[in-house]
């Protein structure tokens, strides 16, 4: 699993230029996928040599009678009590203020990892002004400037040395991992209940790992599948139910231990902001994924309402437009059948291989019938293309100027890919690189553009 490491602290001292900092150049690619709906409090980092979740919080106010600064303190509370790291950020311009305090006086009842951290030490003499922190009583302080990248590299590697080392790998078993997800009320339970109903059911069901999830073991078709069920997406309550975005971190522990995640809509409300919010974190994830829409049974239909509805699907979830789509009713059980075939459809696509030679052929032949366009008036050159992973299929793309490639036409290598070797239900990688002398060792494809 995936450390969850939570930035907290007082408004305006900079959290989310150390969230941004901390992603890179993640962020722009995000950006830069059309469609992509996602709340930018979250993000799961890869960039370092061990990946972790990143939240980002509003602003804590201990002490405050302000209905929205209650509202952020209790994100911030919910964001700690996920997190397995807390980065607690104070403001050396501002100076150490009560505020300050009375949050070290509660983290100090934390069991779990905190890293003090002084922001906007832009130079000497606020380095030296930033002393006064630690009267906080503190063993050590991390002064930095995020917006500078000042310091910041040396607290990302004591941020790393916390983390658990990687377990030592072991072929991945030959078990496909289901994880679903979705808003509250959209059936999510019947659902899984149907799921659990095949013959030779319930090999045993093991107590989650994370909290609010549930793990069980059955077979369908003598092939084995582990459930994971999450109970969380939920509002937490009328008190803090401004937080519901917060209860996402319980999905995303579970998208990280999935192959292929159902997200789980309702007929009758339609794509929701929170329905996007979920399926963005499957995509940024890598995930295979199946749009299951339940409560098919109580919608009116004539010749065209699936058709109508598929349109809806794939206007809101633009990004996702290689998911399938299945209808079903949990409640009488109308085809839940076919999820657990379309879930074998995409974990085939999903760790498929395929040949150097077959890749590159289809490669060269979509850069030969359409260019890529001109970057800062230089002609775009390729070399060759390689597949590096699978789960998802990942590629790696040679060319003269890897920072240059537009979206759009990465979107067309991807479904030139698609279309090639029937890539139609999985999400893709693609990766740019420049040929490097060992790159261009003898032996290489020879370039094609």
Same mark, same amino acid.
């Given at each position: 699993?995936?450390?969850?490491?939570?930035?907290?602290?007082?408004?305006?001292?900079?959290?989310?230029?150390?969230?941004?900092?901390?992603?890179?150049?993640?962020?722009?690619?995000?950006?830069?996928?059309?469609?992509?709906?996602?709340?930018?409090?979250?993000?799961?980092?890869?960039?370092?040599?061990?990946?972790?979740?990143?939240?980002?919080?509003?602003?804590?106010?201990?002490?405050?009678?302000?209905?929205?600064?209650?509202?952020? @303190?209790?994100?911030?509370?919910?964001?700690?009590?996920?997190?397995?790291?807390? /980065?607690?950020?104070?403001?050396?311009?501002?100076?150490?203020?009560?505020?300050?305090?009375?949050?070290?006086?509660?983290?100090?009842?934390?069991?779990?990892?905190?890293?003090?951290?002084?922001?906007?030490?832009?130079?000497?003499?606020?380095?030296?002004?930033?002393?006064?922190?630690?009267?906080?009583?503190?063993?050590?302080?991390?002064?930095?400037?995020?917006?500078?990248?000042?310091?910041?590299?040396?607290?990302?590697?004591?941020?790393?040395?916390?983390?658990?080392?990687?377990?030592?790998?072991?072929?991945?078993?030959?078990?496909?991992?289901?994880?679903?997800?979705?808003?509250?009320?959209?059936?999510?339970?019947?659902?899984?209940?149907?799921?659990?109903?095949?013959?030779?059911?319930?090999?045993?069901?093991?107590?989650?790992?994370? @909290?609010?999830?549930?793990?069980?073991?059955?077979?369908?078709?003598?092939?084995?599948?582990?459930?994971?069920?999450?109970?969380? /997406?939920?509002?937490?309550?009328?008190?803090?139910?401004?937080?519901?975005?917060?209860?996402?971190?319980?999905?995303?522990?579970?998208?990280?231990?999935?192959?292929?995640?159902?997200?789980?809509?309702?007929?009758?409300?339609?794509?929701?902001?929170?329905?996007?919010?979920?399926?963005?974190?499957?995509?940024?994830?890598?995930?295979?994924?199946?749009?299951?829409?339940?409560?098919?049974?109580?919608?009116?239909?004539?010749?065209?309402?699936?058709?109508?509805?598929?349109?809806?699907?794939?206007?809101?979830?633009?990004?996702?437009?290689?998911?399938?789509?299945?209808?079903?009713?949990?409640?009488?059980?109308?085809?839940?059948?076919? /999820?657990?075939?379309?879930?074998?459809?995409?974990?085939?696509?999903?760790?498929?291989?395929?040949?150097?030679?077959?890749?590159?052929?289809?490669?060269?032949?979509?850069?030969?019938?359409?260019?890529?366009?001109?970057?800062?008036?230089?002609?775009?050159?390729?070399?060759?293309?390689?597949?590096?992973?699978?789960?998802?299929?990942?590629?790696? /793309?040679?060319?003269?100027?890897?920072?240059?490639?537009?979206?759009?036409?990465?979107?067309?290598?991807?479904? @030139?890919?698609?279309?090639?070797?029937?890539?139609?239900?999985?999400?893709?990688?693609?990766?740019?690189?420049?040929?490097?002398?060992?790159?261009?060792?003898?032996?290489?494809?020879?370039?094609?553009?």
């Amino acid at each position: 699993m995936k450390p969850l490491v939570a930035i907290v602290g007082r408004p305006n001292v900079g959290k989310s230029t150390l969230f941004n900092r901390l992603l890179g150049h993640r962020r722009a690619m995000v950006d830069d996928t059309p469609g992509v709906t996602r709340d930018r409090n979250y993000a799961a980092i890869n960039r370092f040599d061990k990946p972790f979740i990143l939240i980002d919080t509003g602003g804590f106010e201990p002490v405050t009678e302000d209905r929205l600064l209650q509202q952020m @303190r209790e994100q911030s509370k919910l964001a700690m009590d996920e997190a397995d790291v807390i /980065i607690f950020m104070m403001d050396a311009r501002t100076g150490l203020t009560p505020a300050d305090v009375d949050v070290a006086n509660m983290l100090r009842r934390v069991k779990k990892p905190v890293f003090y951290v002084v922001n906007k030490v832009d130079g000497d003499k606020l380095e030296n002004e930033s002393a006064e922190f630690y009267s906080l009583g503190v063993g050590e302080l991390h002064t930095i400037s995020a917006e500078h990248n000042r310091g910041v590299n040396d607290l990302v590697q004591d941020l790393l040395d916390v983390f658990p080392d990687a377990e030592p790998h072991e072929p991945r078993e030959e078990i496909t991992k289901i994880a679903v997800v979705g808003r509250p009320n959209v059936g999510k339970s019947s659902l899984v209940n149907h799921l659990l109903g095949f013959e030779r059911v319930v090999a045993n069901p093991l107590a989650g790992t994370t @909290r609010d999830s549930v793990d069980t073991l059955f077979t369908c078709n003598r092939k084995p599948y582990l459930l994971i069920d999450t109970a969380g /997406i939920r509002r937490k309550g009328k008190t803090t139910e401004k937080l519901e975005k917060y209860s996402v971190v319980d999905a995303l522990r579970s998208i990280e231990r999935a192959d292929v995640v159902l997200v789980v809509l309702s007929a009758e409300d339609g794509v929701t902001e929170q329905d996007e919010r979920i399926a963005g974190y499957v995509h940024e994830a890598g995930k295979g994924c199946v749009f299951v829409v339940n409560k098919w049974d109580v919608i009116e239909k004539g010749n065209a309402t699936m058709g109508i509805y598929v349109d809806k699907v794939r206007m809101g979830f633009k990004y996702l437009a290689y998911a399938p789509i299945v209808f079903v009713s949990a409640r009488s059980g109308q085809r839940v059948g076919k /999820i657990v075939t379309t879930v074998d459809e995409v974990m085939e696509q999903y760790s498929r291989r395929v040949t150097t030679s077959e890749l590159n052929h289809v490669f060269s032949d979509a850069v030969e019938t359409h260019h890529a366009p001109l970057a800062h008036g230089r002609r775009v050159k390729f070399y060759f293309a390689t597949q590096v992973a699978t789960r998802p299929p990942a590629f790696v /793309i040679f060319t003269n100027q890897p920072d240059s490639i537009h979206f759009s036409y990465e979107r067309y290598l991807s479904n @030139r890919f698609r279309e090639a070797f029937g890539f139609d239900g999985t999400p893709l990688r693609l990766m740019f690189r420049g040929r490097d002398k060992e790159n261009a060792a003898p032996g290489r494809p020879r370039k094609t553009a």
